[in-house]
């Protein structure tokens, strides 16, 4: 049952609501017209045959939007969580394409991009982003235009440019666990051909779960700090150029990883161990069961070694515009983007170093622990000829791409002669691609698109996988069993990737759209597989195929607008990830066929004046058609088709968001408005899970439940004073916000070792002030 506080926050929504509608004052404001880009040309959202949200303007503000780590259920399907036991790797899935491997041989399967510039990885892709304007969220395979690794979508952020015009804001923060935000953003006054703006962001926060550990800071601290440098040249009429440079670097301790149930997939310990020792370790590890979110930790470090998470993150992007003629433009996109990232983890939670079993004779050490130290480099080049006639649309496109990765992974998960090793691999990445699109007007009202996008790269690397003289230590054996010396690896994959799409203007007002399209995840290697020849064999890449119909409806006169879209997706060679047992590492493989289908509505209704409600609620009905598994293939047994009895990962059922934006009233200080946000995601599974460990056709590892989060709810809500008039040439604002309004404290992200599980939590409720001045 709900407490009192839940009951009354919950409820607090539909009285809001019911009060908006109860208003007799209605505005004749019109609609908001959203501008995007997701075609590669600015386009009205409404005329995209593309099932697309878009949040932009003042809204990314409001809801505290500056990355991707803001964007939880906020577009129906959309999935965000943290990595386990981490606040700098995402985990993202768009329909259910998602990829829960934080590993840099690893693509993602959702494309996120920075002005039309791809950020390669999940590590170190949480970051701040400085200025930005608006942010693009596109279902469904996007392999055409964007290429590779959107098998789910793609997720554009598209920052500010410089306006030319003196004028810019400031604002600073204070709420509770210390946290301090400062934030600047300047546009100067265009000196000649150059239009110059800065943006400078720096966020700290103490630890929300007291460390009791000596030398270690409280989890879950942050210390942030963004900045981006933006130059536009307006050479002539006909040339623009526009350089950006982004700086973010975070310096945080890991949020808490805590020992959630001293039980796993394989069972207990006392059932693998034996009642004599089983017990004794089972007994020795219960004081640190933590089955609530902890309010303080006691967090084992190997040898004394803190725990931290830090990321840095470099990116130059230069895009020249050209225009021919009227009709015909040239567009070339430089990026150069570097990322540094560490971090040192416990995994397990035990809270515990070696656990003494037997004084003198016998102990045991739980630690799951380990260091990851990655550098990472992408440089990538796109020409683009963006065109129309009188009937046609059209863009055609050369794109290349190129990354180069390196990770040294020293690591322990010590149960009695497991020795500590070091798993040390490279990534690289050569693509390249050609691209066109048209759309063709067949009728005034009948639209036709076409497209086709040719891909094909090599990836390449090495790994070295050796015990060591402790951790961290010298180099032991890398020729005993499950470990070999630095083998190199290579292969090439392309693909094609066609879209075709029907667009049709039924009305001034209503749009409807059929599309089928084509995407696929990128193949690679195992860089963490425990066997040379496991590492040199390839998994081929994954492939999609979605059909989708569509509608885009605006009534002016109700001030509303709905979307709404039907999608069946199959995805074929899907690329499974699983954990090597021993090990805190993991290895990819094919295991067979699935369909995801579903449904998205989104819309927003002007309700009385100055009241606002948007909102949107995916269904995702997700299966798998063939999963080829034989119990990690490493027992021997007989491979068999366990697809009737898995459930696919990262696919939550039901995802809904609303949005209440409402002025309370109008004073002689300033405006005052209502702002909240109610977002919820269904169940969802950490791994491709058995439906039962004793199905005729089980699985090799996992299964539901155990190896589940539960439904996760959040309500922020923020009173905003605005219009503020305090001197000077603009105007201030002033506002009082709370995130995790109800302190919901769920399980939201865990890891199961086989005899024992443990959990990340959802953050605790905060809140504070804010203000801001804007000019």
């Known amino acids: 049952m709900l407490t009192s506080k839940k009951q009354i926050a919950v409820r607090t929504l539909p009285v809001l609501i019911s009060l908006m509608y109860s208003s007799a004052s209605i505005s004749a404001d019109a609609l908001e017209e959203v501008i995007v880009t997701a075609q590669k040309r600015a386009e009205r959202i409404q005329d995209v045959p593309i099932a697309i949200s878009a949040i932009s303007g003042a809204q990314l503000e409001t809801r505290g939007i500056e990355g991707v780590a803001n964007l939880n259920s906020l577009a129906p399907n959309l999935m965000y969580r943290d990595n386990p036991a981490s606040s700098l790797v995402s985990t993202l899935s768009i329909r259910g394409a998602a990829t829960g491997q934080p590993g840099i041989f690893v693509d993602p399967s959702v494309g996120m991009y920075v002005d039309g510039v791809y950020i390669g990885k999940a590590q170190g892709s949480i970051f701040d982003i400085a200025d930005l304007e608006r942010v693009e969220i596109l279902r469904g395979p996007q392999g055409t235009l964007f290429g590779r690794n959107t098998e789910g979508g793609a997720i554009s952020f598209v920052t500010r440019k410089p306006s030319g015009q003196f004028s810019g804001s400031v604002a600073v923060e204070i709420g509770n666990y210390g946290h301090r935000l400062e934030r600047l953003s300047l546009d100067l006054p265009k000196l000649g051909i150059l239009s110059l703006n800065i943006a400078y962001k720096k966020e700290d926060r103490d630890g929300w779960v007291k460390e009791l550990t000596p030398g270690n800071g409280d989890s879950g601290k942050k210390n942030k700090e963004a900045y981006r440098l933006a130059a536009k040249l307006d050479i002539n009429t006909d040339l623009t150029a526009n350089y950006s440079f982004d700086h973010a670097e975070a310096n945080n301790i890991p949020p808490p990883m805590s020992l959630y149930a001293l039980r796993g997939w394989k069972g207990t310990l006392p059932s693998a161990f034996g009642p004599f020792l089983g017990n004794a370790i089972q007994n020795a590890m219960a004081p640190y069961v933590a089955t609530d979110r902890p309010k303080f930790i006691t967090t084992n470090t190997r040898n004394g070694l803190p725990l931290w998470e830090r990321s840095k993150t470099d990116g130059h992007s230069l895009i020249f515009d050209y225009k021919i003629n009227e009709k015909n433009t040239l567009k070339y996109i430089y990026s150069k983007r570097k990322m540094s990232f560490s971090d040192s983890l416990d995994l397990d939670g035990s809270g515990s170093g070696s656990i003494t079993i037997i004084p003198n004779v016998l102990t045991w050490n739980t630690m799951a622990y380990g260091i ?142 059929g599309r089928l399209a084509k995407g696929f995840k990128s193949g690679g290697f195992s860089g963490e597989a425990n066997n040379p020849v496991a590492v040199t064999t390839p998994y081929n890449p994954e492939k999609s195929s979605v059909a989708e119909l569509g509608f885009k409806a605006m009534y002016p006169d109700l001030r509303a607008q709905l979307s709404g879209t039907y999608f069946r997706t199959k995805y074929s060679d899907l690329q499974i990830t699983q954990l090597i047992p021993g090990t805190i590492s993991s290895f990819l493989t094919n295991a067979g066929k699935s369909t995801y289908q579903g449904i998205e509505l989104e819309g927003s209704i002007t309700v009385a004046d100055g009241w606002k409600l948007q909102g949107g609620y995916g269904y995702l009905d997700a299966k798998f058609d063939e999963y080829i598994d034989n119990a990690l293939n490493i027992t021997g047994q007989p491979l068999i088709d366990t697809a009737s009895n898995r459930l696919p990962p990262y696919a939550p059922k039901h995802t809904l968001n609303i949005n209440v934006d409402g002025r309370l009233l109008k004073t002689s200080l300033g405006t005052l408005r209502l702002i909240m946000d109610y977002t919820y995601s269904s169940q969802v599974h950490y791994y491709a899970v058995n439906k039962s460990l004793t199905a005729h056709n089980a699985g090799g590892s996992y299964e539901v439940g155990t190896d589940s989060s539960p439904p996760l709810r959040n309500i922020n809500a923020k009173l905003l004073l605005s219009n503020i008039l305090v001197g000077g040439p603009g105007e201030a604002e002033l506002s009082f916000w709370i995130k995790n309004l109800t302190d919901e404290k769920k399980p939201s992200q865990g890891i199961d070792f086989g005899l024992f599980r443990t959990t990340n939590w959802q953050p605790p409720r905060t809140y504070g002030l804010s203000f801001g001045y804007k000019w």
């Open 372 to 513: 990851r130290d990655t550098h990472y480099e992408s440089n990538s080049n796109e020409l683009q000829w963006i065109g129309n006639s009188d009937r046609m649309n059209y863009v055609f496109g050369l794109y290349d791409f190129k990354d180069d990765g390196t990770t040294l992974g020293p690591q322990a998960l010590s149960i009695f002669a497991i020795p500590d090793l070091r798993h040390d691999y490279a990534v690289k990445t050569d693509a390249k691609a050609w691209f066109a699109q048209v759309d063709y007007k067949l009728t005034d009202r009948l639209t036709a698109t076409a497209g086709i996008r040719k891909t094909s790269e090599t990836k390449s690397g090495w790994a070295h996988h050796y015990t060591t003289n402790g951790f961290n230590g010298a180099l032991v054996s890398d020729t005993a069993v499950g470990f070999y010396p630095r083998t190199s690896y290579s292969a090439t994959f392309d693909a094609n990737t066609p879209v075709l799409a029907l667009a049709y203007r039924y009305s001034d007002t209503l749009n409807l759209y």
